[in-house]
């Protein structure tokens, strides 16, 4: 029987799951042209570079010059789309896509190593309003496949880079992450100058309902870019909170960026009672040589959201 076994993480989707990933997909994609994004599909295999070799396969051939890796996400590629064929496109550039990933390792809240991702991009554009943007498409996008009791994470990179900023050695550092991605303040003192267990005291308390943190999050605000980061997150939230004051906002500024290219604001949207994260995004930059491009977008993840979904199809 073991030629009908499959690897850990990877699955067979039949009949009415299948039909219903097909059939959302569909919704949002369509929702997401409604809006003025272009439809775009990248191919499932690139060559392998220091920004794609995070938690992929890599598959070694003779005859190619480079590895290549089988893509663990779909952000990336749109973003070397945007600066190789498309780079002479007016900006703002708008793009959307769907397309299945596959991931060496899944984690605790995701063991899936294979699944659909559907998400847009709006590229070039430095404003916060595109983040506002962004979470309005995506909340949309869950709302219309029957998404309910959803909440947003809010998060930037910019206080834990504060924060790190002095640990130059990996081993350190990366233990540090995981202190701090446990919350243990205890652990964290060891490895942190005496100047900053105050600021790491705040960090690590700055985890909860966002109108309940906004004080904790003002006193973040100790250099040019995070209050930066601290107005950008207040704006967004207020922007999105007069539209849709029924969604709960959470902030969480402990999260580590778990695929190295987010560079700003960040947002994951949970259901309730739902495992894992059902979309997740954020802002990033597009670097070529010396010139670069702000950019931000975010990615609904189809096995979470069929499990999320209250629509009962006959």
């Given amino acids: 029987m073991f030629e009908y076994l499959l690897p850990s993480g990877f699955k067979d989707e039949i009949s009415e799951k299948a039909s219903l990933e097909h059939k959302y997909k569909n919704k949002i994609i369509n929702l997401f042209q409604l809006n003025g994004y272009e439809l775009v599909k990248p191919p499932l295999i690139e060559y392998a570079n220091l920004k794609n070799i995070n938690n992929v396969f890599v598959i070694k051939e003779k005859k190619e010059s480079k590895d290549l890796v089988i893509r663990n996400d779909i952000t990336l590629q ?22 299945e990933v596959i991931r060496k390792k899944g984690s605790m809240l995701r063991p ?7 998400g847009a991009e709006c590229i070039g554009e430095k404003s916060y309003l595109a983040d506002v943007e962004m979470l309005d498409l995506a909340y949309q ?80 605000s100790i ?32 999260e580590n960026n778990y695929l190295d290219y987010h560079t700003g604001t960040r ?42 979904s209250s629509i009962k199809d006959k």
Avoid: W
């Fill in 267 to 308: 947002f994951t949207f949970y259901a309730k009672n739902v495992r894992g994260e059902v979309a997740r995004g954020g802002r990033y930059t597009l670097k070529e040589s010396s010139q670069s491009e702000s950019s931000t977008g975010f990615t609904c993840y189809m096995d979470t959201i069929i499990r999320a």
């Fill in 223 to 254: 250099d040019n870019n995070t209050r930066m980061a601290t107005d950008e997150l207040l704006a967004i939230y207020s922007k999105f909170n007069s539209k849709y004051p029924d969604v709960n906002f959470f902030l969480d500024l402990t």
């Fill in 141 to 220: 996008a869950l709302i219309t496949v029957g998404i309910k009791n959803i909440s947003i994470d809010l998060s930037s990179s910019q206080f834990l880079n504060f924060l790190l900023k002095e640990i130059k050695q990996k081993t350190i550092r990366d233990k540090l992450i995981s202190f701090i991605k446990r919350k243990d303040f205890t652990n964290c003192m060891k490895y942190l100058d005496k100047s900053l267990h105050e600021y790491a005291n705040y960090l690590l308390s700055c985890t909860g309902n966002l109108d309940e943190k906004k004080e904790i999050l003002n006193k973040l």
């Fill in 112 to 118: 899936e190593r294979q699944f659909l991702q559907v």
């Fill in 78 to 99: 749109i973003a070397r789309l945007a600066r190789a064929r498309l780079e002479l496109k007016t900006r703002p550039l708008k793009l959307c896509y769907y397309g």
